[in-house]
């Protein structure tokens, strides 16, 4: 530690810093991979300076959902953690936490096994939220364990014969999380009636891509959405609901919230930045993501929600599904595999689209960052302020972030953002204190990247 007050390992000088409570023109001085100091400009010297005048200077991004190197039908989807991560660091996310994938046996050795995978290859900082299929004795059993060791967020699937736990087990496994101060999150559709819809659909001949959104609807969400506030109201647990896609679903959070129940809605670059007129593109084969891309005024309405501080994360719900894979001659939408890449995409997206909204850089720290750090736990992360990690982007805010020419997690993958330009790239990131990307070049080193092992809450009893 330095103990004198000029000398510091690195200073980001002049950049606009957008800080937890203010916006100003300040030095960001950095020791040991923290922010040791927010100086006036000039203040102090450092053995490394980087220019920030006529930059912005925000928190690394924070991508709260994303499965790299997916495993699907005994494959796995086209890339590995040194592109995926690459791919993110160069749009500015520093953080990605992604998913401990279901399976058979040991939950602990399975998670920690998800860990050294990401290790060996990762430029950015990881965390996982594994993934719970069944409220059995063996997984009721590991989840003290599993949140002792650092995975402190779950994800239970409502719907999906292969994965989907029922409301019991879903009561038994909130329970268990709860108790261990573990956060419970939902992909919630409601089965029963995802079922019969699509069945009304089959019968009425309706399988067309332009018609998937008629087969999921928001009132699945929203109907599911309501179960887990039931029962995180009685348990007195909160509770985080994966890819928010429209009103319907955001309605049931705003309600639920409205009756004292700490739920947090995440939603995705995709439900923010399109709509579902993109079914009736040549390229809707794309489009298929579950839940679905809703109207128009349901992602205006998700933007509102990020105002009212429902919305607290936006993952890219990055699954970089090969061109071929994806893209199967079908008239039949269930054919096609759900899920689509854009780790690279949604910090520059999110960038845009709060100054399209009018929303200040507060807001754009808020929702690509911060409030996903504060309620998953990821303690020294998401703020610029003494003592967290130094993990910083500098944008350009007059430079063009073009989808075609970002660097995409794999070659074999497409983009949702094709033919996408918008205002704002990052020209310099740093990751703890190192550079990742110096003028928009990738810089970083595979395995730089740091598991997260994140403290549970505080559980009264
Ligand atoms: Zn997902």
Known sequence: MND?????????????????????????????????????????????????????V??????????????????????????????????GTTTIVDFVPPG???????????????????????????????????????IGAVIADGFTSFKMYTTYEDRRVDDGDAWYLMNAIAADGGLPGFHAENHELLESVL?????????GVEHYPRSRP???????????????????????????????????????????????????????????SCFRRPDAWKY?????????????????????????SVGSDHCAYRRDVKNVPSDDHRAIPAGAPGIEARTPLLFAGCAARGLGYDTFAAVSASRAAKVLGLRHKGVIAPGYDADLVLWDGEADWDADLAV???????????????SGRPRHVLLRGTAAVRDGRFVGRAGSGRFIARRPRAVTA
Not at 65 to 85: K, L
Not at 199 to 207: F, M
């Open 4 to 56: 004198t007050y000029d000398t510091y390992d690195t200073i980001v000088r002049n950049g606009l810093v957008v800080g937890r409570t203010e916006t100003r023109a300040q030095d960001v001085a950095i020791t040991d991979g923290r922010i040791a100091a927010l100086l006036p400009p000039g203040a102090a010297s450092a053995a490394e300076e980087i220019d920030a005048s006529g930059l912005l």
């Open 58 to 91: 925000t928190p690394g991004g924070i991508d709260t959902h994303t499965h790299v190197r997916w495993p699907h039908d005994g494959i796995h989807t086209t890339d590995d953690f040194f592109s995926a991560t690459r791919a993110a660091v160069l749009g």
């Open 288 to 312: 298929i993501i579950s839940p679905p891309l809703r109207g128009a005024a349901d992602r205006d309405d998700l933007w509102a929600g990020v105002t009212e501080e429902v919305v607290v």
């Open 218 to 276: 928001g009132l699945a969400e929203a109907e599911s959405i309501q179960m887990i506030a039931l029962y995180a109201k009685r348990i007195g647990t909160p509770a985080y609901i994966f890819h928010v896609s429209g009103s319907e679903a955001l309605d049931a959070v705003r309600t639920a919230r409205a009756d004292g129940v700490r739920m947090f809605a995440e939603t995705c670059t995709h439900y923010l930045t399109l709509d579902d």
């Open 104 to 142: 058979d046996g040991d939950l602990l050795g399975r998670c920690r096994d998800r860990v050294d995978e990401a290790a060996a290859g990762a430029v950015v900082d990881f965390g996982f939220h594994p993934i719970l299929t069944s409220a059995d004795d063996a997984t009721l059993k590991a």
């Open 408 to 422: 995409k997690a794999s070659s074999e993958t497409f983009s949702l953002y094709d033919g996408m330009k918008t």
């Open 199 to 207: 069945d009304h659909e089959v019968r009425a001949g309706r399988l």
